[in-house]
């Protein structure tokens, strides 16, 4: 009985003390992201860095796979009563836990034609607003309206605790708008 009470005790603790993890991304020729964990007052346990691939998946001989969801499953999932407003609150929960401490980013971006490119910073500043208004040390985007290219450094820091995540996806899991969603998309054939 005592070493599950000591088991319980150390879980606990592990889950109360807080995680900070220092990313990076970076790209000249290719996509560098790395990631340095420090389990509390702890310096860096684990540094992953590397380049993301995407896995192609082999081609199919069916038309649809057999677990496939169709549009009509999908449509009753995203509208069934109440579903998107508490995805959009549980978002917001977890970002209010993930807030960074410090952020900054530099980016320099160009499709090679000035109409799309316009386009694409029309839709890249507010983003940037955004990222200034949650406490961005220094965000820097330049379009460059000549050629096509893409420059992205970026650097921050974010503190959590792995208990109140932990927390807060249980108490979605425990409202019934997950739920009364899954039904809706069990219901529909």
Request: charged share 10%; no cysteine.
């Given at each position: 009985m005592l070493w599950v009470l000591v088991l319980?005790?150390?879980v606990v603790a592990v889950l109360l003390v807080p995680v900070s993890v220092d990313l990076s991304i970076h790209r000249e020729d290719r996509l560098v992201v790395s990631a340095a964990p420090r389990w509390g007052p702890f310096g860096p346990a684990i540094s992953a860095e590397g380049?993301?691939?995407?896995?192609?998946?082999?081609?199919?001989r069916s038309r649809r796979p057999p677990h496939a969801t169709n549009a009509r499953q999908l449509r009753a999932l995203l509208f069934s009563p109440d579903f998107l407003p508490s995805l959009l609150r549980l978002a917001r929960r977890l970002l209010r836990q993930?807030?960074?401490?410090?952020l900054q980013l530099r980016l320099k971006a160009g499709l090679g034609d000035p109409a799309d490119t316009g386009r694409l910073?029309?839709?890249?500043?507010?983003?940037?607003?955004?990222?200034?208004?949650?406490?961005a040390e220094s965000i820097w985007v330049e379009p460059d309206f000549s050629r096509r290219c893409f420059e992205l450094d970026g650097h921050?820091?974010?503190r959590v605790i792995p208990g109140v995540l932990l927390l807060v996806l249980?108490?979605?899991?425990?409202?019934?708008a997950p739920w009364r969603a899954l039904t809706q998309y069990l219901r529909v054939r």
């Open positions: 319980l005790a150390v380049s993301p691939r995407v896995a192609r998946a082999a081609p199919s993930l807030k960074p401490q410090r910073w029309g839709a890249l500043v507010p983003l940037a607003l955004l990222l200034t208004s949650v406490g921050a820091t974010v249980l108490g979605y899991l425990f409202t019934p």
